[in-house]
């Protein structure tokens, strides 16, 4: 009886903790038949080794996902996403189980317990100085800082795994954080050279020219670079200054379609709010807006913002820009009065760049190359059930012609004795 009261105990307290940690205003609230589709497809039998529609997909993820499904709907988009992609990243990490990495030191602690008190620090579930919420964030922090030595502890990183710890257990939160940062490649943005992040303020800024030109120029005027608001942006996908349910949606857009969702909000984020960007006419006022303004949207530009980034592909402007990047950069350092020191050590640090950009478009070359030998294998599985249905086909028509012929000349024979007169036959006439 007591065994069973622990457990009753045991299980009151996770609906508890469940419901802190999902203590957040949604912006799409799920309608019922939504929420169907998604247990649906959550309950299907063997779902790990299974291609679901891409459209449906969207569409599901387009409508709204339920808040207390959104960690399990994860995991799934997380599945899918490895299912598409068969052949994985090279920069894959150590496959060393969780529990053994939280056995060990990491030279990162003071770092990430600093960061703790910092992380959600209203949210009630990471709000108490290190209780439940901040010891499973540290544990998460510390066991990646271990598992990926390059990268180790970066700010931004507690905002990240913070999410994903409201979402679903530590443990599995662990899963996601990895999924995210090596399969995702998040983790190139977190490095210390932070090449990557200065690649992508340069794109958000040359896509910022491409669809709001004026709002480009006004930023130029006043010497406004995308680093001085965007960064914390990319680094937290906009976990600290945006409310949780926004935060959450642009979760279940990266999970979905990947890391470009973070250019794609951000540029529907500035453009949304170009007219009051646009009265500021100096520096502070500027960035204290885009900060501070901005982020406090309405939930009705929450939902506007989001359905928007589903309809951009911003995807071959990102590609173009980050070699538009490297070539400046070389131009720059061909054109700059340096020494011969500074001139190789900056020669050295591009091309250190470039060859990590050169395996990463190796990596993704040898990815679609398996997807064009697997579409190359459908396609042949496809045309030889074709041919096997057509001969069936020709089969099933001539033996509707043999039936045809048949019929017809069961309806011939039936048809001749009705074709007959009956012969008539007179009675003999009889003597007197």
Not at 219 to 225: A, V
Not at 258 to 263: D, L, Y
Not at 283 to 307: A, C, R, Y
Not at 403 to 425: I, W
């Amino acid at each position: 009886m007591e065994k069973e009261n622990q457990k009753l105990q045991a299980s009151e307290n996770d609906l508890l903790n469940k419901r802190l940690k999902l203590d957040y205003e949604e912006i799409t609230p799920c309608l019922k038949e939504v929420t169907t589709v998604w247990e649906k497809m959550l309950s299907t039998p063997g779902r790990s080794k299974i291609k679901f529609d891409m459209e449906k997909m969207h569409s599901a993820v387009g409508q709204g996902v339920p808040r207390h499904h959104r960690g399990e709907i994860w995991k799934f988009l997380a599945e899918q996403f490895h299912l598409k992609h068969q052949f994985p990243s090279k920069q894959q990490p150590k496959d060393v189980p969780y529990k053994e990495l939280l056995k060990q030191l990491t030279s990162q602690q003071h770092a990430i317990l600093i960061d703790l008190g910092r992380t959600f620090p209203t949210h009630p579930y990471f709000s108490a100085q290190l209780g439940a919420g901040q010891l499973s964030l540290y544990n998460i922090l510390k066991a990646y800082s271990l598992l990926d030595q390059e990268v180790g502890y970066c700010q931004g990183l507690s905002f990240v795994a913070g999410i994903l710890l409201l979402h679903m257990s530590e443990d599995e939160a662990f899963k996601m954080l990895k999924f995210l940062m090596f399969d995702m490649g998040l983790r190139k943005q977190y490095r210390p050279d932070m090449i990557i992040l200065q690649i992508q303020m340069y794109q958000l800024s040359r896509l910022l020219h491409d669809y709001h030109r004026d709002l480009y120029n006004h930023l130029e005027e006043h010497e406004i670079g995308p680093s001085l608001y965007a960064a914390p942006w990319f680094l937290t996908m906009f976990a600290t200054q945006f409310p949780l349910g926004f935060v959450a949606r642009v979760f279940d857009m990266i999970f979905l379609q990947g890391t470009e969702v973070i250019f794609k909000v951000a540029l529907s984020l500035l453009g949304s709010h170009k007219p009051l960007i646009l009265q500021h006419e100096n520096l502070e006022t500027i960035v204290d807006f885009i900060k501070s303004t901005l982020p406090n949207l309405g939930l009705v530009q929450m939902e506007k913002t989001i359905n928007q980034v589903f309809e951009m592909d911003i995807a071959k402007q990102l590609q173009a820009y980050e070699v538009e990047y490297h070539v400046l950069q070389e131009e720059l350092i061909d054109s700059s009065p340096l020494s011969d020191n500074q001139r190789m050590d900056k020669l050295e640090k591009t091309n250190s760049s470039l060859r990590k950009q050169n395996l990463d478009l190796l990596e993704q070359l040898q990815v679609a190359n398996g997807r064009i030998q697997s579409l190359e294998a459908t396609i042949e599985k496809l045309l030889s059930s074709e041919s096997k249905l057509k001969q069936a086909m020709l089969t099933l028509e001539l033996e509707r012609s043999a039936l045809l012929q048949t019929v017809e000349e069961l309806q011939r024979r039936s048809a001749e004795p009705s074709d007959r007169e009956p012969e008539c036959t007179q009675p003999e006439p009889t003597g007197d």
